[in-house]
């Protein structure tokens, strides 16, 4: 599966849950392709991949689309991350209880923040930013959430290929340079309100269309 299917996938994933959430039975990929701002041809396409979910004339049940996309993203693995930074964004990480659930731990986080340097923050040991290498390679860690300074990305950044990384988050608002091995996905404020607000007209449309 390209990588730019699977990045999609997990918007779709998103969407379709709000869509159960509020009721909404079915959609079809021109609703979907409206209102996610991506073409419904690359949308079908996209969701080919994980079956034949569409109907020619209905579209998409919407539960059904939830189901498969849930059993998708189940990660069966444990998965080790660890956090760059350590804003008041980046520590709701440390305890965030739904990370457990799906085999997640927070392992540590890395910090150039003096003050910050050898304590604990929710059970997260909290390193200085120049042992990142040397406590990646210890632990083993495949995962990053990058919640940093562009100063802290820096310290790092040449460092990053040579630890066991194959994902990252990026929470900020830079555009690393990144080994093409490693997979990333960038949190995009703009596009994630672009969405709300465009699930928000679909569902004031269908009670008007109700209320006719």
């Given at each position: 599966?390209?990588?730019?299917?699977?990045?999609?996938?997990?918007?779709?994933?998103?969407?379709?849950?709000?869509?159960?959430?509020?009721?909404?039975?079915?959609?079809?990929?021109?609703?979907?392709?409206?209102?996610?701002?991506?073409?419904?041809?690359?949308l079908r396409r996209d969701?080919?991949?994980?079956?034949?979910?569409?109907?020619?004339?209905?579209?998409?049940?919407?539960?059904?689309?939830?189901?498969?996309?849930?059993?998708?993203?189940?990660?069966?693995?444990?998965?080790?991350?660890?956090?760059?930074?350590?804003?008041?964004?980046?520590?709701?990480?440390?305890?965030?209880?739904?990370?457990?659930?799906?085999?997640?731990?927070?392992?540590?986080?890395?910090?150039?923040?003096?003050?910050?340097v050898g304590t604990i923050?929710?059970?997260?040991?909290?390193y200085s930013i120049t042992?990142?290498?040397?406590?990646?390679?210890?632990?083993?860690?495949?995962?990053?959430?990058?919640?940093?300074?562009?100063?802290?990305?820096?310290?790092?950044?040449?460092?990053?290929?040579?630890?066991?990384?194959?994902?990252?988050?990026?929470?900020?608002?830079?555009?690393?340079?990144?080994?093409?091995?490693?997979?990333?996905?960038?949190?995009?404020?703009?596009?994630?309100?672009?969405?709300?607000?465009?699930?928000?007209?679909?569902?004031?449309?269908?009670?008007?269309?109700?209320?006719?």
């Open positions: 599966m390209p990588k730019a299917t699977a990045k999609r996938l997990s918007i779709y994933h998103q969407y379709v849950k709000m869509l159960a959430d509020n009721e909404v039975e079915r959609i079809s990929s021109t609703e979907m392709s409206h209102d996610l701002k991506i073409e419904a041809a690359t969701l080919s991949h994980i079956g034949s979910l569409g109907k020619q004339g209905y579209g998409y049940h919407v539960q059904s689309l939830v189901i498969v996309l849930n059993n998708l993203f189940m990660t069966n693995r444990s998965h080790l991350i660890a956090v760059i930074g350590v804003s008041q964004r980046g520590r709701r990480f440390f305890n965030h209880r739904s990370l457990t659930e799906k085999n997640m731990t927070i392992s540590c986080a890395f910090t150039e923040t003096e003050h910050a923050h929710e059970g997260v040991p909290i042992d990142f290498t040397e406590v990646m390679l210890e632990k083993n860690i495949s995962t990053l959430v990058l919640d940093c300074s562009e100063q802290e990305w820096h310290t790092i950044e040449k460092q990053v290929g040579t630890t066991a990384v194959t994902t990252i988050l990026n929470l900020s608002v830079m555009t690393p340079q990144i080994p093409s091995s490693i997979v990333m996905r960038s949190f995009d404020v703009v596009s994630e309100l672009q969405t709300l607000f465009a699930f928000e007209d679909r569902l004031h449309e269908n009670k008007e269309a109700q209320a006719d």
